[in-house]
T-cell receptor, first 112, second 112 residues
Framework: SQQGEEDPQALSIQEGENATMNCSYK?????LQWYRQNSGRGLVHLILIRSNEREKHSGRLRVTLDTSKKSSSLLITASRAADTASYFCATEQDTGRRALTFGSGTRLQVQP | DAGVTQSPTHLIKTRGQHVTLRCSPI?????VSWYQQVLGQGPQFIFQ???????GRGNFPDRFSARQFPNYSSELNVNALLLGDSALYLC???????????FGEGSWLTVV
């Protein structure tokens, strides 16, 4: 079963705009990771945020984590056409099993 | 440095056949995991191996098996293939369980 659920399922914006994707999960976690996937390709790791962290930045990416609400958000600023992809959040649960549980993803389309 | 490498990249099998997928982790990484991604969904955890021992198993039937070799490479085997096994099979590695997980480009399996 899916632990995380991304919202929205699909997002279409113009180049230069910001894109925000949200992720909710159900159980306690050790960390939450965001990945990007271009059509039919492998997953590219973007950011890992640990359960004791609230915010992390990497270039144009900003990730927040609210463990009280069991939610995370990924913000991509000044989007580019090359950002067009599916974005997934994945949680590593606090159960000792070091496996990632993925949501169903947000499909981002950036119009040039 | 080479990332996670998987082979083959694409293959077509007939129902009832057997398939073996191979994965080489990033150099120095001792943890390898396998995920199945059906079209339109997020990846689902199948197995995790660390130091050549199975450390976790997802909700997949016994037709799925895996192993990790002394050089930390891994194989995923699927017996008695079903049409529903058609998917992208992703291998991932990390230095140790709990660290950032890096994915390969995947092996596309089509069962006809």
């Amino acid at each position: 079963s899916q632990q995380g659920e991304e919202d929205p399922q699909a997002l279409s914006i113009q180049e230069g705009e910001n894109a925000t994707m949200n992720c909710s999960y159900k159980t306690s976690i050790n960390n939450l990771q965001w990945y990007r996937q271009n059509s039919g390709r492998g997953l590219v790791h973007l950011i890992l945020i640990r359960s004791n962290e609230r915010e992390k930045h990497s270039g144009r990416l900003r990730v927040t984590l609210d463990t009280s609400k069991k939610s995370s958000s990924l913000l991509i600023t000044a989007s580019r056409a090359a950002d067009t992809a599916s974005y997934f959040c994945a949680t590593e649960q606090d159960t000792g099993r070091r496996a990632l549980t993925f949501g169903s993803g947000t499909r981002l389309q950036v119009q040039p | 440095d080479a990332g996670v490498t998987q082979s083959p990249t694409h293959l077509i099998k007939t129902r009832g056949q057997h398939v073996t997928l191979r994965c080489s982790p990033i150099s120095g990484h001792k943890s390898v995991s396998w995920y199945q991604q059906v079209l339109g969904q997020g990846p689902q955890f199948i197995f995790q191996y660390y130091e050549k021992e199975e450390r976790g198993r997802g909700n997949f039937p016994d037709r799925f098996s895996a192993r990790q070799f002394p050089n930390y490479s891994s194989e995923l085997n699927v017996n008695a293939l079903l049409l529903g096994d058609s998917a992208l099979y992703l291998c991932a590695s990390s230095l140790v369980p709990g660290n950032t997980i890096y994915f390969g480009e995947g092996s596309w399996l089509t069962v006809v």
